[in-house]
C-alpha cells in the first residue's frame, strides 16, 4: 500500500496547519487552520493545490483557530464530507 503525504500549510511556521495523506482508495486531511497575523488568503493553507472533493475526511487535533479556523473555506471550495473533532470544553461553573 502506498501512503503519500502532502503539507497545505504550517511546514515551517505556526499557524495555518494542514496536511493530507493519500492512500489508494481514501484521503484524510489533518487540521485545517489559519495562520494567526496574516490577512485574506495568505492566511490558509494552499487548499487551490488539491481537489477538495476527493478528501474522504477532515479531523480536527484540537480546536484552535490555527488548526481549524479555514474549514469554512474548505465547505466553499466544495469539500462535502464528515469533519472530526472533539466537543468544545465548556468552561466549568462549580
Known sequence: MTVKAMVLGSGREVGRACLVIRGESTSLMLDCGVHPIAIGL?????????DVSSITNVVLTHAHLDHGGAVLRLLRLGFRSE??????????WG
Open 42 to 50: 495568505n492566511a490558509a493553507p494552499r487548499l487551490e493545490l488539491i
Open 83 to 92: 469533519v472530526i473533532t472533539t466537543l468544545p470544553r465548556l468552561p466549568s
